[in-house]
């Protein structure tokens, strides 16, 4: 069965989403650590503990393995417009991208948003190269830093310490901040327009980690 979540931020705008860090090879710097961005994961504190939260992302990890989740996933986005994948956690293994791959190809009314770390692995180029090359659908690659720093023509968002902090003219502001925390009709994040977005650090894990960062 397609358990779909819907967070306060995104408009009411339904996600498909997995359990987060179990599903997140591309957030370990090395054994045991998480690289800077992932440190004060939202997906790990919160609601995201509740037991009745975290139940769809664990039958989710079960689900996208049947042979007919493609056909029923593409059924479930039926009226939807926007759509952004995971919430919480990544596509962590090859068939599972493969799989939203085809849903995005059987969905050309949807504008699929799908941020992700799994481009630190080679064998994922080409699929999310064909996901790109798909008018409907924005893949961003998320920079590990939480002080602006990217790498133009590969990052598609960065953690940054302060609104008032952006690298450059060439990354776009994310404004929730300036509305309770919600998307309030902006739709930059799945837009082909919007190169990279900043996201302002907030939540007293990530202030602190800049904190120690910064000492
Ligand atoms: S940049 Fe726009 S669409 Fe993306 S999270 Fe921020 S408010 Fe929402």
Redesign the pocket.
């Known amino acids: 069965m397609i358990r779909i979540s819907v967070t306060s931020?995104?408009d009411g705008i339904r996600s498909w989403s997995l359990q987060a860090i179990d599903t997140c090879p591309g957030s370990i710097s090395s054994p045991g650590v998480l690289v800077d961005a992932c440190k004060g994961c939202y997906a790990t504190t919160g609601n995201y503990r509740f037991p009745n939260v975290k139940a769809p992302r664990l039958e989710n990890g079960q689900d996208w393995q049947r042979l007919d989740w493609v056909d029923d996933m593409v059924k479930e986005l039926d009226s939807d417009r926007y759509f952004r994948w995971f919430d919480s956690g990544d596509v962590y293994t090859l068939g599972l991208a493969e799989k939203i791959l085809e849903v995005m190809q059987r969905t050309p009314w949807v504008k699929h948003w799908l941020p992700t770390r799994m481009h630190k692995f080679p064998k994922f180029a080409l699929v999310f190269r064909e996901m790109q090359n798909l008018e409907n659908v924005r893949v961003r690659f998320s920079s590990d830093s939480i002080n602006g720093e990217y790498i133009a023509g590969l990052h598609g968002s960065v953690i940054v310490a302060a609104a008032d902090t952006l690298p450059d003219d060439h990354v776009?502001l994310?404004?929730?901040y300036e509305n309770a925390g919600k998307?309030?009709g902006?739709?930059?994040?799945?837009s082909k327009d919007v190169d990279v977005?900043a996201?302002p650090a907030h939540g007293k894990t990530m202030l602190k980690i800049i904190r120690i960062n910064k000492a």
């Open positions: 931020k995104l776009t994310c404004k929730a998307c309030s902006c739709r930059a994040c799945y977005i996201y």
